[in-house]
């Protein structure tokens, strides 16, 4: 029993290989230029969620004082 799931993990990586080699991947430049612009659209989503957080808080500051 433990000697057929080791020879079914065992082909399990092999197949993982053969479909590795068939994977098309990016190069060096697009993957800077794609991780680049999620760096700055995260950057950009975090000041405006910053910013309404900030708005809102004020708010509720000037609405409780009252």
Not at 31 to 43: P, Q
Request: glycine share 4%.
């Amino acid at each position: 029993m433990l000697q057929f799931t080791l020879v079914k993990v065992i082909n399990y990586f092999k197949e993982v290989r053969v479909e590795l080699t068939k994977v098309t991947w990016p190069k060096k430049s697009e993957v800077t230029r794609l991780t680049l612009t999620v760096f700055i659209f995260s950057a950009v989503v975090a000041t405006y969620l910053g910013g309404l957080d900030y708005i809102f808080t004020k708010l509720l500051e000037q609405f409780l004082q009252k």
